[in-house]
């Protein structure tokens, strides 16, 4: 098909398992765009840069499954 | 007494007689009755198969010609009429293996009962395993010829007359991606501690479980110019319109819906449910675009980064997903997005 | 003489049970109980959380459906030492593993309700069926045994959080109460549960698992709180079958239970052989379903590094009897890989996934150093579609599958999973093989 499709997950060994190219992560796997622990206006802003990560992998060539990390990732 | 089984049967060019620098170029050939390892194929058989007809290919020309060849034995086929089509053995010779992964699987998809061999590392293997095939383990070198034989036409005649196959182990094939329930008579702690003592002692032990490999899918080219690009939006994870009214289940989906969000800046919290029974949803209730980021994309959209959002959300719930639903149903969805000319896709998962 | 409060010795008089009936007085005599409903009734009532509380009676063998099941608990008390059974929920919270208890083998208690709140998503209970008798009778775990079955009703404007804690409440007074009936009397049987001194040459053991915690509805209490914030810790096996640990878990079907905790099947087994073939060091348990990829991996080595301070050299691994899918399947596959990089030899037990003819993968996650597997076979896989039957407990309707309507609980019914299939399997020793 060609299109590229950049998956967004926090589970990241089982996309890269599966096969999937283009893969960014965040926080926790249940609001891959969300971070409700921040203030709402806060979060949005981290949503965007998340969004635009999204549109940078997918500008991205790639060869195999790669992850691609949002900066300062949310981690707990 | 049953009928006798019409068995055909693949070879390469070198195990069909033709040597040197000819056999790789060889085009594909039907000769009657057994060529080569063929009549030990037919002395396996005893009496319950006959070889009616042995196809011949160089595996040089296999590779170079696939479908070509495809469709020539797929004509023979029609022709010969077979109850079981044998390929090989391949033991490790990789094109052979291929071409005989490849034969089994366009005869299975013709109900023909199919069977070959070859060893564990062949590429075939790997790569027609996942297909469910009957790949009857060799060992490495033409040696194992006699036993390869005999397991496959063991396997064959089963397969032929419908009788029933026992496990892997039992009959000699590879895994092949399918599992079957057994009752082993011994509840699971005892096998475990049983199993751990082995291990401890260095004794040789069986897993009953190990794990399959997924095929490779080549990346697609990145986008060169996302403010032109059509982006679409599709989701495992379930978000819903209220009430749910694609009926998607909290688990092993074999369906997808798509919802229109032409006209919304974002997901407004009580229009959507999130029901992919595999995670927590109340951050996704209290705001959907945590889950599926359209206030985002649609600010990237006013902004110009990227050309436009497609109207249509595309959402399954991949919840203790069945592997083969969801195959299906992103080739359903990804025709979609061919039809509608999608560029990129954004996938939130959970 | 001083009582030593560390010295981790229990001993169980055990009470078998093949019937139960109502009666004017609660009353054990040659293994039937007889069971005073109105008293029973009066020690359980929640008057300000729930507006109705019937009492069933269930043998096995009967044409009989249990529906909505949340839970099941042995029947148990304790008539000597410092605390209670399931301590943490009333009375005395520790020391527990020691003292002696009066168990009812062969009986155990259902608790069955529907929430007041409809909910969705993870934190959603799902149906769970128990048949008595009939082809999927072996499938479901307690249809072996008597169960007397409490089917609660929520009192108006209660919250699904305090509806919970009241069936916590409930199920465990209800399982004092019965086995209070032997209190005085003499047990035909008494095992004694202690890991004493053995050979240092037998290979050190130690049992890792993984409780199901993600939030109410899906929680495991450990002393009577639940496990969200647990790091993983250490417990001695006879806390567990004291019932340190109670579910609150009422997601898939398959699932644990409180009864799976106290008879625990790899505590059981290690219990058996230890001094013969192995020095049963103890239980390390922490939770699963982490929620994020780093705290999955983190959580892992959590577990192995307890494993490993203990001096453990073999680790038993599994999640809850039944937590191996899912999610949870990268938490499992990480607790395996960090305990064998810690230098621990492992096998664990675990489940399988996939569709019903088993030609799916199996397995949505996995590690190389997972090369000791037992599994028990799949989810779905050949599971007995069962009759009509002519009695249903628990309410009259049943939904499967939020995909499909509700219909009728007493017709036909052909569901992927019974009521604690998962243990269930593991008990029948079905596994599955490539075939």
Redesign the interface.
Same mark, same amino acid.
Do not use: C
């Given at each position: 098909m060609g299109i590229p499709t950049v998956l967004a997950t926090c589970l990241y060994t089982v996309a890269t398992r599966v096969g999937a190219n283009r893969i960014v992560r965040g926080g926790r796997f249940h609001h891959p765009f969300g971070a409700p622990e921040k203030p709402q206006a806060e979060e949005y802003v981290w949503r965007r840069k998340f969004v635009e990560q999204t549109m940078h992998a997918l500008c991205t060539p790639v060869q195999q499954p790669t992850v691609f990390d949002v900066e300062d990732a949310v981690l707990v | 007494m049953a009928d006798v089984l019409r068995v055909v049967h693949y070879l390469n060019a070198f195990f069909g007689g033709v040597g040197g620098e000819a056999e790789a170029h060889t085009p594909v050939s039907v000769h009657p009755g057994a060529l080569g390892p063929g009549r030990l194929l037919e002395q396996a058989l005893a009496g319950q198969g006959q070889v009616v007809a042995t196809l011949m290919c160089g595996d040089g020309y296999f590779a170079d010609q696939e479908e070509a060849v495809v469709e020539h034995v797929q004509a023979h086929w029609q022709t010969l009429k077979p109850d079981v089509f044998i390929a090989g053995p391949a033991f490790r010779s990789g094109r052979y293996g291929l071409a005989c992964g490849r034969l089994c699987l366009e005869a299975e998809r013709l109900k023909i009962p199919a069977v070959t061999g070859m060893h564990v590392e062949n590429p075939g293997s790997d790569l027609y395993r996942p297909e469910?095939l009957y790949i009857i383990a060799t060992e490495a070198s033409a040696v194992g010829m006699r036993p390869a034989l005999e397991r496959m036409a063991a396997l064959a005649i089963k397969r032929g007359r419908c009788q029933p196959?026992? @496990?892997?182990?039992e009959e000699g094939f590879l895994?092949?991606?399918?599992?079957?329930?057994?009752? @082993?008579?011994?509840?699971?702690?005892?096998?475990?501690?049983d199993?751990? *003592?082995k291990?401890?002692r260095g004794e040789p032990?069986i897993?009953? &479980?190990?794990?399959?490999t997924?095929?490779?899918?080549p990346?697609?080219?990145?986008?060169?110019d996302?403010s032109k690009a059509l982006v679409a939006l599709?989701t495992e994870?379930g978000l819903v319109r209220k009430g749910?009214p694609d009926? &998607?289940? $909290?688990?092993? /989906?074999t369906h997808w819906a798509s919802y229109h969000v032409g006209g919304m800046d974002r997901l407004v919290a009580g229009e959507w449910? /999130?029901?992919?029974?595999?995670?927590?949803?109340? $951050? $996704?209730l209290?705001?959907p675009?945590?889950?599926?980021?359209l206030?985002?994309?649609r600010?990237?959209e006013r902004d110009g980064?990227?050309g436009k959002l497609l109207d249509d959300v595309f959402v399954t719930v991949g919840?203790?997903g069945? &592997?083969?639903?969801m195959k299906r149903i992103g080739a359903e969805i $990804?025709a979609m *997005?061919?039809q509608r000319g999608?560029?990129?896709?954004? &996938?939130?998962?959970? | 003489m001083a009582q030593d409060a560390g010295a981790f010795r229990l001993e169980v008089g055990v009470f078998p049970i093949h019937h139960m009936t109502f009666a004017s007085e609660t009353r054990y005599q040659d293994g039937t109980l007889s069971i005073d409903r109105v008293a029973l009734l009066a020690a359980l009532a929640e008057p300000r959380v729930m507006a109705n509380l019937e009492i069933h009676l269930a043998h096995p063998g009967e044409a009989c459906r249990i529906v909505h099941v949340l839970d099941t608990v042995a029947p148990m008390v304790k008539v000597q030492g410092r605390s209670t059974v399931y301590p943490g929920f009333f009375g005395t919270t520790m020391p527990a593993g020691n003292g002696r208890n009066h168990l009812l083998r062969g009986a155990a208690i259902i608790v069955c309700a529907t929430f007041p709140d409809p909910t969705s998503g993870a934190l959603s209970p799902a149906e769970a069926t128990i048949d008595m008798g009939g082809p999927a009778a072996p499938y479901c775990a307690c249809s072996d045994t008597v169960n007397v079955v409490l089917v609660c009703h929520p009192a108006p404007g209660v919250t699904n959080a305090d509806f919970d804690a009241a069936l916590h409440r409930v199920k465990l007074r209800a399982a004092v109460y019965l086995a209070g009936a032997t209190a005085a009397l003499t047990p035909p049987v008494v095992e004694t549960y202690e890991l004493h001194p053995v050979d240092p040459a037998l290979p050190r053991v130690v049992y890792v698992d993984q409780l199901h915690q993600q939030g109410l509805m899906a929680q495991t209490f450990l002393y009577g709180k639940h496990t969200q914030g647990l790091e993983p810790t250490l417990i001695h096996p006879n806390e567990m079958l004291d019932g340190a640990l109670v579910n609150g878990n009422y997601r898939a079907p398959g699932r644990a239970a409180t009864y799976a905790h106290t008879n625990n099947f790899i505590v059981r087994e290690l219990y058996r052989r230890h001094g013969h073939e192995v020095n049963f060091l103890g239980v390390v348990i922490g939770r699963g379903w982490q929620d994020s990829q780093m705290l999955k991996e983190r959580q892992g080595w959590m577990m192995a590094r307890i494993a490993r301070l203990l001096g453990a050299q073999v680790a038993m691994i599994s999640a809850d009897v039944g937590g191996t899918g899912g999610n949870n399947t990268i938490d499992f596959m990480q607790t395996i890989k960090a305990c064998e990089q810690m230098g621990l030899q492992t096998v664990a037990v675990m489940q399988e996934s996939g569709n019903p003819d088993g030609s799916d993968p199996t397995v949505v996650d996995f590690v190389p150093e997972a090369s000791a597997l037992v599994s028990v076979g799949g989810i779905g896989w050949h599971t007995p579609a069962a009759p009509a039957v002519e009695r249903v407990i628990g309410g009259t309707t049943v939904q499967p599958s939020i995909a499909e309507d509700p219909r009728d609980a007493s017709g036909p019914l052909a569901v992927e999973c019974w009521y604690g299939a998962i243990w269930k399997r593991a008990e029948l020793g079905l596994s599955a093989v490539d075939a």
């Open positions: - | 469910h196959i026992g @496990t892997a182990a895994s092949r991606a399918v599992r079957r329930t057994v009752h @082993t008579g011994t509840p699971a702690a005892i096998r475990a501690v199993m751990a *003592l291990k401890w032990y897993s009953e &479980l190990t794990v399959e997924f095929e490779v899918i990346p697609a080219p990145p986008l060169s996302p599709v994870a749910n009926r &998607l289940p $909290a688990a092993a /989906a449910d /999130a029901v992919h029974g595999g995670y927590d949803n109340t $951050a $996704a209290q705001d675009n945590r889950v599926v980021p206030d985002a994309l600010e990237l980064v990227i919840n203790m069945s &592997l083969n639903a $990804a *997005l061919v999608v560029q990129a896709v954004v &996938l939130p998962a959970t | -």
